[in-house]
Nanobody, 124 residues
């Protein structure tokens, strides 16, 4: 079993940046593909981006391409989401998730473990 704890959320002005972290514990971090999702009030959870076990590639939702970057540090058991050029519509609770697959992509059902989420609020 894997425990995931997100951090780094907060309040930022439009155009600003934030870096989210997701620390994993419990099992070998490098055995899991990782993903980031978000959920805004009154909306369904949506895919933000993902990275496979090796970190050799990344996959993003169209609405974050060019603004967000996912990376992972396997020795530190941590995955990151660097967010820049933030917009008010990026306001949401951001969740990291772990999948036992090599690469899980945008499909939430492929992820086995989820963090508790961290709030990101972008003011206009």
């Amino acid at each position: 079993q894997v425990q995931l704890v997100e951090s780094g959320g907060g309040l930022v002005q439009a155009g600003g940046s934030l870096k989210l972290s997701c620390a994993a514990s419990g099992r070998t971090f490098s055995s899991y593909a990782m993903g980031w999702f978000r959920q805004a009030p009154g909306k369904e959870r949506e895919f933000v981006g993902s990275i496979p076990r090796s970190g050799s590639s990344t996959n993003y939702a169209d609405f974050v391409k060019g603004r967000f970057t996912i990376s992972r540090d396997n020795p530190k058991d941590t995955v990151y989401l660097q967010m820049s050029s933030l917009k008010p519509e990026d306001t949401a609770v951001y969740y990291c998730a772990a999948s036992s697959l090599y690469s899980a992509g945008p499909y939430s059902y492929r992820y086995d473990y989820w963090g508790q989420g961290t709030q990101v609020t972008v003011s206009s």
